[in-house]
Nanobody
Framework: QVQLIESGGGLVQAGGSLRLSCAAS????????MGWFRQAPGKERECVAA????????YYADSVKGRFTISRDNAKNTVALQMNSLKPEDTAVYYC?????????????????WGQGIQVTVSS
């Protein structure tokens, strides 16, 4: 079992930055691939970034490439999402997710554990 707790969301103006962090419980964090997903009202949950358990393999959605950076610290059981040049269309609830695997996935149904979600609002 893995428990995930997100932090760092909030309200920011367009062009600004936020850093989301996800803290994971347990002593086997380095066995899990991690993903950041978001869901806006009326839309499907989408993967914005994912990182393999070693940190070597990384995925970004086209909509965030060059603006968002995912990273992990296996010693601290954390994964972060640095979000720069934020746009109003980035407004959503952001979720941290985990899957015990060698690979990375960007489909929500592949992930086994989820955080409670945190709101990110970008004003124009």
């Amino acid at each position: 079992q893995v428990q995930l707790i997100e932090s760092g969301g909030g309200l920011v103006q367009a062009g600004g930055s936020l850093r989301l962090s996800c803290a994971a419980s347990g002593r086997t964090f380095n066995r899990y691939a991690m993903g950041w997903f978001r869901q806006a009202p009326g839309k499907e949950r989408e993967c914005v970034a994912a990182i393999s358990r070693s940190g070597i393999n990384i995925y970004y959605a086209d909509s965030v490439k060059g603006r968002f950076t995912i990273s992990r610290d296996n010693a601290k059981n954390t994964v972060a999402l640095q979000m720069n040049s934020l746009k109003p269309e980035d407004t959503a609830v952001y979720y941290c997710a985990a899957k015990e695997t060698l690979y990375i996935f960007h489909v929500a149904s592949e992930y086994d554990y989820w955080g409670q979600g945190i709101q990110v609002t970008v004003s124009s």
